[in-house]
C-alpha cells in the first residue's frame, strides 16, 4: 500500500496564524491528483491528528494539482504543549498516511 | 497605474542590492515592506521586541531609506519589530533616526501604532464589540487584563492616513502583510480585488516565483488587476508559482479576510506575459457591512527550565519511553512532597528526541534510533520555583535506573549547569476581531520631522 508522500511530489505545513495549520498537498500530476483526491478521507485525516472529521476544512484545486488541508492547531502555537513553533513538520505526518 | 517595490518578505532577510537597484531604476511610487508576523510564537509579541538582530535590520533599513531617497518615494514596513508593538515601533524608530543622521539627509516620518490598552479592549469586549474567529481561546476579562501586548492590525485604510501626511517615511505598528501594499493603489483609485490580491501575492518577496530567496519584486496594479515581475536574475514568475502563492500560510486559498472586506480569487485569471511576469486580472473585493480590525494578544504562561541528557546505552534507547514515565511520575511526586505543591502549580514533561518529540502521542513511526534525546521542561509561576524543580528532576535524568538491581547508571548531560533557564514564557490570547467605527479609532498617528 503506497503512502501519500509516495505518490504527491511534495506535502508542506505551516502556521496560518497562531490558532490553524495549513497542509499543502502538491500532487505534482493530474493522475496523481486524481489518485490523491479519491483515497484520501477527511476521516483519515482527522485522525492523523488527533480531531474529528468536522473541523478538518478541505479544499481541492485542480488547477494547481493541490489538495489543501486546513485545521485548528493540534496545539496552539507556542502554547506549552506545542512542539513545532512554525507548524513544520506536521506535514511528514500526514505523508506518512498510507492510501 | 500605481508601482511598488517590494524588496523582501522581512526586513532581516536580506534582499538582492543588484535587483533592488533595478527597482529604484523602473521608478517606484513606494517601496514597501513587512516587519513581522506571528509565525514566530508569542514570546516576541509578549514582551513586544524583534526577532531579528539589531545589526541586519538597521543594515538593511539602511540601504532601503538610501534607495528610497534615490526614488524620491515613500517607504513603508509594516509590523515593524517583529510584533508591532509600541515598543517594537520605537526601536525601529530609534534605529531609523540613528540612519537618517548618518546619512546626514533630514526625513519626515510617520509612526503609526498599533497597541492597545488591555482595559479598554476588555471594555469593548463586555460590551459586545468583539467577535471570535474560528478556533479562538475561550476568553475572560481577566485573560485580556493579563495579557502583556496586545496590537490591533492595521488595514489599507490607517496606512492610507499616513501616507496622506506626505511623510517620506512610515513606520507602522501591526498591520495585516497585505495593507501596506494594497493601501496606495487603493488610494489611487486601482482596482480593489486587484489591489489586494496583489499585495497577498507580494507579501513574501519573491516566494512567489521560481528562486524565491531573491526577495525583490515589482508590482504595478491598475484599474483591472496587477502584474508580478520578480526583479533577480534567474527569478521568473509563472502561473503557477503566483497562482500557489495563495496557498501559502493561509488556511483558505480563494478567501483572506482584510479590515472592511474580503478577498475573493475564485475567478482570478493568471496569464504569463513573458518568461518572468505574470498578470492577474478577474479578483473580487467584497466590502464587509462592518469595519473589523483582527487582535492579537500575548500574555505570560509561566518560567520555564529546560534540561537535557543523552542516552546512547542500547538498553536504555529500547526502553527510554518507560525511563521517562518512571521519571516523571516520581519526580513529579518528589516536587509535590518536597515543595508542598499541587499538581497544578506546575508541569513537568520530558519528550524523547528521536522517538515521538514531533508528535508525542500522534506519532505513528516505529523508533529506530541509536541515541535519543531526553529534554525535560519545567513550567511554574516564578523562575525560582521552575529553577527549583528542574533542581529536583537532575538527578533523575543524570541516574535513573531502569531497575533497583542494575549498577547506578549515569547519562550524557551537555553543559553545566544542566538547568537551562528560560526565563517568562507567554502565551496567545487571542483571535478575535474588534468593530470599529472609524478605522484610525485603535490606532494613533504621529509625525516626526528628523532634521
Known amino acids: 500500500m503506497p503512502k501519500l508522500r509516495d505518490i504527491a511530489q511534495k506535502v508542506r505545513s505551516k502556521n496560518a496564524g ?39 476544512k478541505r479544499f481541492e484545486l485542480p488547477d494547481l494539482n493541490v489538495v489543501k488541508i486546513s485545521l485548528p492547531r493540534p496545539t496552539v502555537q507556542g502554547s506549552i504543549q506545542d512542539r513545532d513553533m512554525h507548524g513544520a513538520s506536521w506535514a511528514a505526518l500526514l505523508g506518512e498516511i498510507t492510501l | 497605474m500605481v508601482r511598488v517595490l517590494i524588496p523582501s518578505g522581512a526586513l532581516g532577510l536580506n534582499y538582492d542590492k543588484q535587483a533592488l537597484a533595478r527597482g529604484i531604476a523602473a521608478k517606484p511610487d513606494i517601496i514597501a515592506i513587512d516587519g513581522g508576523s506571528t509565525d514566530s510564537g508569542p514570546s516576541y509579541l509578549g514582551r513586544g ?64 501604532r498599533s497597541s492597545q490598552d488591555p482595559a479598554e479592549v476588555a471594555k469593548a469586549y463586555a460590551e459586545h464589540r468583539m467577535t471570535p474567529l474560528p478556533a479562538a481561546p475561550e476568553l475572560t476579562a481577566e485573560t485580556i487584563t493579563s495579557c502583556s501586548n ?62 524565491p530567496q531573491s526577495g525583490v519584486i515589482l508590482i504595478d496594479f491598475d484599474a483591472e488587476g496587477f502584474t508580478v515581475t520578480p526583479l533577480a536574475d534567474g527569478a521568473h514568475a509563472t502561473p503557477h508559482t503566483v497562482s500557489a502563492h495563495m496557498l501559502y500560510e493561509n488556511s483558505d486559498p480563494f478567501i483572506l479576510y482584510e479590515p472592511g472586506g474580503h478577498l475573493d480569487v475564485t475567478q482570478s485569471t ?124 537532575n538527578p533523575y535524568l543524570l541516574h535513573h535506573p531502569l531497575t533497583q538491581e542494575e549498577e547506578q547508571p549515569t547519562f550524557a548531560f551537555l553543559f553545566s549547569p544542566a538547568e537551562m533557564p528560560r526565563g517568562q514564557t507567554y502565551e496567545f490570547a487571542l483571535n478575535h476581531v474588534l468593530r470599529l467605527e472609524d478605522p484610525m479609532d485603535a490606532f494613533t498617528l504621529e509625525v516626526i520631522d528628523h532634521a
Open chain 1, 18 to 56: 497562531p490558532f490553524w495549520l495549513t497542509i499543502d498537498i502538491f500532487c505534482g500530476t493530474p493522475e496523481a491528483y486524481g489518485q490523491i483526491t479519491s483515497a484520501l478521507s477527511d476521516t483519515q485525516v482527522a485522525a492523523t491528528f488527533g480531531t474529528s472529521a468536522q473541523n478538518i
Open chain 2, 49 to 112: 521586541v524583534s526577532k531579528y538582530a539589531r545589526s541586519s535590520t538597521k543594515i538593511e533599513w539602511a540601504g532601503l531609506m538610501q534607495a528610497r531617497a534615490e526614488a524620491n518615494c515613500p517607504l513603508v514596513i509594516g509590523t515593524a519589530g517583529t510584533c508591532g508593538a509600541d515598543s517594537a515601533v520605537d526601536w525601529m524608530l530609534d534605529i531609523t533616526r540613528e540612519i537618517a543622521t548618518e546619512q546626514g539627509r533630514p526625513v519626515k516620518i510617520a509612526v503609526l
Open chain 2, 150 to 211: 496586545i496590537v490591533a492590525l492595521a488595514g489599507a485604510e490607517q496606512i492610507t492616513q499616513a501616507l496622506n501626511t506626505g511623510a517620506d517615511i512610515i513606520i507602522a505598528g501591526r498591520t495585516t502583510d497585505t495593507a501596506i501594499i494594497a493601501a496606495l493603489p487603493l488610494a489611487r483609485g486601482c482596482h480593489a480585488g486587484g489591489a489586494w490580491h496583489g499585495a497577498k501575492i507580494g507579501e513574501c518577496g519573491a516566494l512567489c516565483a521560481t528562486n
Open chain 2, 270 to 393: 493568471y496569464t504569463a506575459l513573458d518568461e518572468t511576469s505574470v498578470r492577474v486580472t478577474g479578483s473580487k473585493w467584497v466590502p464587509s457591512e462592518a469595519y473589523t480590525v483582527k487582535l492579537e494578544g500575548a500574555r505570560p504562561a509561566g518560567f520555564q527550565t529546560v534540561l537535557m541528557a543523552l542516552l546512547r546505552d542500547p538498553h536504555y534507547v529500547a526502553n527510554a519511553q518507560k525511563w521517562v514515565d518512571d521519571i516523571t511520575a516520581k519526580c513529579s511526586a518528589k516536587v509535590q512532597d518536597r515543595l508542598g505543591l499541587s499538581a497544578s502549580d506546575f508541569t513537568l514533561e520530558i519528550r524523547l528526541i528521536g522517538q515521538n518529540a514531533s508528535f508525542g502521542a500522534l506519532e505513528t513511526a516505529t523508533p529506530q534510533a541509536h541515541e535519543v534525546g531526553a529534554i525535560g521542561i519545567v513550567t511554574a509561576q516564578t523562575e525560582a520555583l521552575s529553577l527549583e524543580i528542574g533542581k529536583l528532576l
